[in-house]
């Protein structure tokens, strides 16, 4: 009799075994395309999925999924995970058992890039965009120098033959009234001399008549 006992009790103990919660690994994981995440034989009530470090089951959680609900069923997740990651999918049920999958490496998608070696791949395309900003700030910066400079030294140029060209105008304008006094000066001096010159050829003449008529007198 206690020999069936324990034989009805390992057969229990087997069979609950055989029933324990499970969850399947998936054949490959590739970032960015959708996986299903499939368990079964669970406790009834709440599920709780997640993605833990590959391997290692005391980790901490990596991404944490919604509240599940019933002993078996799938959900869908599209992984985001850097591509080399290695993972392992856990389920808890209600009564707190908990099942893992077999670590699995996510793969690069379509058109992704491979990890890069020492750092994930965010990382290195953080550090591209950010060096890629930096340096459109930079050349945005250097262009409007550039443009503030040449706008300047244009300004400054075109006032510098501005005040060139209206310098050269004042001074042809003197010129040109000095000249106009100049030759009104000359034609006054002519003139004046002209007029002297007629005036002392007759007082010549004069004289010379009164010298005349004064011989002419004595003579007689």
Do not use: C
């Amino acid at each position: 009799m206690p020999s069936f006992i324990l034989t009805a009790a390992s057969l229990l103990a087997a069979a609950s075994a055989a029933l324990a919660l499970k969850i399947e690994s998936p054949p490959s994981i590739i970032q960015g395309q959708p996986v299903q995440i499939a368990w079964s034989e669970g406790a009834a009530g709440d599920i709780f999925l997640s993605v833990i470090p590959g391997g290692d089951p005391s980790a901490a959680a990596l991404v944490s999924f919604p509240t599940q609900n019933g002993a078996s069923g799938t959900f869908t997740w599209t992984p985001e995970l850097d591509p080399g990651t290695s993972i392992t999918l856990k389920a808890v049920d209600s009564t707190g058992v908990n099942a893992y999958s077999s670590p699995v490496t996510i793969q690069a998608g379509a058109g992704g890039a491979a990890p890069a070696p020492g750092g994930s791949s965010s990382a290195a395309s953080s550090v591209a965009t950010s060096a890629s900003s930096a340096a459109s700030s930079a050349a945005s910066g250097a262009t409007s120098t550039v443009s503030s400079a040449a706008s300047s030294a244009s300004s400054a140029a075109t006032n510098r033959v501005s005040s060139a060209v209206s310098g050269a105008s004042s001074v042809a304008s003197s010129l040109e009234s000095a000249i106009t006094s100049a030759g009104g000066a000359a034609t006054s001096a002519i003139a004046n001399a002209g007029n002297n010159g007629a005036g002392y050829v007759n007082q010549v003449a004069f004289s010379a008549v009164l010298g005349v008529a004064g011989l002419a007198v004595l003579l007689a």
